[in-house]
């Protein structure tokens, strides 16, 4: 598909924005004056954004604990994302969230999951309002490999088909479940043709090629908003780190992981693909404009106040 160079800019600055954003969690983290696990999505921007660019605020996203680039990539604000992980009143869950179960329902972002296959079932239910509604919106859940094979995804997908929901199901196979290798883990060694068992359109494409991923969730969302059902997605993509901040990653050697960053970084293989239609002037003004972004984010969240005490039960519990 061809984009205008508009298009191409905005993408390209999701996309640095997420990097700078997960390179300056790296570091901050180590500072200790963030509470929980983090788990950053560095090597995995283009799979975020390529499905997110054909989606507006009336479509309905669901996450994982690796949540900060569909958040990012779905229009959250930074500032306010920063804000939640160093747990501030400031943040978007007023710092109650945190780093995985961050949310931001006015952007259709449902929230990070700490419970592995959890999102789509959520994505479901997003999609049958949609469709009951008829909103024109869809429900689209991010999942990993791990938990493309729990039970609660399963029958989430064989509802979708049955009720013909306007749902698409991004599955990021970065290769492990934590520690735990694809390969091994997945029976058939097929996640994509797995779930096309179920009854739908299922494709496999390459997770570092932001117009692969595009160009297949801008065909699966029009089927979903054109009534004909749902689809899945496996996007192959890696994560330069390890599982979560602290985990000493020993299931990949230093040169494997050397390698993926030379030559599967997605930031890399969008500017090679873009070269002749966009300039590298405006490519480097907004490498600098996303760390100008993130660096004031930090500075910002340091310098916010915490939650009141007094605030302790608000937002947890919901009376009907």
Known sequence: MKLTENQLLDAYKHMRDI???????????????????????????AVAVGVCENLT???????????????????????AMMAEIFGKDEGL??????????ADLDKGMLGANGI????????????????TLKTG????????????????????????VVLQLPVIFIFENNGFGEGTGCDY????????????????????????DFFAVYEAAHKAIERAREGKGPSVI??????????????????????????????KDPLKIFRQKVKGQVSDEKLDQIDKDSKALVDDAVK?????????????????????
Request: overall charge negative.
């Open 234 to 263: 496996e996007a192959t993509t890696n994560r330069f780190y390890s599982h979560f901040e602290g985990d000493p990653g020993l299931v990949r050697s230093k040169e494997e992981i050397e390698y993926i960053r030379e030559h």
């Open 137 to 160: 919106g869809i429900g689209l859940s991010f999942t990993g490999d791990g938990g493309s094979s729990h039970g609660l995804t399963f029958e989430a997908m064989n509802m979708a």
């Open 300 to 320: 910002k969240a340091r310098a916010a106040k915490n939650p009141e005490v007094s605030q302790l039960y608000t937002d947890v519990y919901v009376s009907y």
């Open 185 to 208: 883990a997945v029976g058939s060694k097929d996640i994509a043709g797995r779930a096309a068992g179920f009854g739908m359109p299922a494709e496999k494409v390459d997770g570092t």
């Open 116 to 131: 592995v296959g959890g999102g789509p079932p959520l994505a479901i239910g997003a999609a049958l309002t949609a469709k």
């Open 57 to 79: 605020d009336k479509d309905y996203i669901t996450s994982t604990h690796r949540g900060h680039g569909h958040c990012i990539a779905k229009g959250c604000d930074i500032h």
């Open 19 to 45: 990097r700078e954003f997960e390179e300056r969690l790296h570091d901050e983290n180590t500072t200790g004056d963030i509470s929980g696990f983090i788990h950053l999505y560095s090597g995995e921007e």
């Open 93 to 102: 869950c007023r710092g109650k969230g945190g780093s995985m179960h961050i």
